[in-house]
């Protein structure tokens, strides 16, 4: 009898009144949608992208935008013009303010009036960069006392990207300036809660899941582990003796990459595939290889340092009960760089993607 009213219910719709048909209407399209939700579900991967601030988790994200989504439109380019100004006064406040607390002489005692400018400057209300402060930058960049300032950025925090904003100078204070993409990958602005990302691979959809990398923001990465696939981690290798700023308060630290290492050696107890990307490659220059490798009578090189960070992370990804390396693939990177990025982005996706679909049987 129920099997009968059943049968009834859903096929023949002749006897049903209005609303009854509309219900039915209603409760089919609901399943479909379902179903095909399920069915997309089954192939997204979510990948939630961890790091310390400034390790180039948002730039990883922008460049995925580029290389396999919607890109960045004139519009959207626009979007950053205030943000690259508010860069270059974030620049000269930090390089200005340091050469005071470094006691650095300015060459040219009349830039000491340029540096002071800059001192008194309200970061978040500047939208435009007036010629005035452009001559008054152009001045300072060429003090000798302001180079020898900002060769010495490790002892103070100085936004990455300066030196690019100081090449590009007059391109950026142009009347009709609007950021390149490029311009939109040197960017800097802390990224605050959780942002996500989707774009399609070969009929996968892959969700990039972005948090906030400062110490203030960490705590709110344990939310983001549900339904997660895979891990990408990134360290920044440009900090290897860079003094930390952390909620305000400088934190001195000879080798910051330990400091990765031990919210990485909590990362690793989640049994998640880990693709290790280290960031800032160009950074492996002759000081780091010093700190780094240890004597062994043979030339240091790049190579050489990239062995060695990647061993000391692999040995922190061994278990403690089967003695076996974890699912870490380890990659070196320069973020800013989109043809970098594509290269390494498609070995990631070729063998650890693709495998962790086949172990949660979606492929
Ligand atoms: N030169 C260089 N700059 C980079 C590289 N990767 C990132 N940057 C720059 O470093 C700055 C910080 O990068 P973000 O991607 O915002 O860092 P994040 O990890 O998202 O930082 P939080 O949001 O604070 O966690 C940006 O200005 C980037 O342009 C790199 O490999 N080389
Ligand atoms: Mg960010």
């Known amino acids: 009898m129920g099997v009968c009213w059943r049968w009834c219910y859903t096929t023949c719709v002749c006897c049903l009144s209005e609303d009854e048909k509309n219900a039915i209407a209603i409760h089919n399209e609901i399943k479909r949608i379902l179903a095909d939700q399920k069915k997309r579900e089954r192939r997204e991967i979510k990948v939630l992208l961890l790091g310390t601030g400034e390790s180039g988790k948002t730039t990883f994200i922008k460049q995925m935008r580029i290389i396999h989504g919607k890109g960045f439109s004139e519009d959207d380019r626009r979007g950053y013009t205030k943000l690259v100004f508010q860069n270059i006064f974030t620049a000269m406040k930090a390089l200005t303010a340091a050469m005071n607390t470094l006691r650095i002489p300015y060459a040219n005692p009349q830039n000491e009036i340029y540096g002071k400018q800059f001192q008194e400057v309200e970061i978040c209300q500047m939208a435009h960069l007036d010629r005035m402060y452009v001559d008054a930058i152009r001045r300072l960049w060429a003090d000798e006392g302001v180079k020898a300032c900002y060769s010495r950025r490790r002892e103070y925090q100085l936004l990455d990207s300066t030196e690019y904003y100081m090449a590009n100078l007059e391109r950026i204070a142009a009347p009709d300036f609007i950021p390149t993409a490029q311009d939109v990958l040197r960017v800097r602005f802390p990224t605050t809660g959780i942002n996500d990302y989707s774009f399609s ?163």
């Not at 630290?253 to 960031?279: D, E, G, R, T, Y």
């Not at 240890?294 to 040995?315: E, L, T, V």
């Not at 089967?322 to 973020?335: D, G, L, M, Q, R």
Request: positive net charge.
């Open 201 to 363: 691979v070969e009929k996968i959809t892959l969700r990039i899941v972005d948090v906030g990398g400062q110490k203030s923001e960490r705590r709110k990465w344990i939310h983001c582990f549900e339904n997660v696939t895979s891990l990408i981690f990134l360290a920044s290798l440009s900090e290897y003796d860079q003094v930390l700023e952390e909620n305000n308060k400088e934190v001195s630290v000879s080798f910051a990459p330990v400091l990765f290492l031990v919210s990485f050696k909590i990362l690793i107890n989640i049994n998640k595939f880990i693709i290790l990307i280290f960031n800032y490659i160009l950074a492996l220059t002759p000081p780091l290889l010093c700190g780094l490798v240890p004597p062994s009578g043979k030339r240091r090189d790049a190579q050489d340092a990239m062995d060695f960070i990647r061993n000391m992370y692999k040995q922190r990804a061994v278990s403690a009960e089967t003695k076996e390396c974890k699912n870490i693939y380890p990659h070196f990177t320069c973020a800013t760089d989109t043809n970098n990025i594509r290269k390494v982005f498609n070995d990631v996706k070729d063998t650890v993607l693709i495998k962790s679909l086949q172990e949660y049987g979606v492929l």
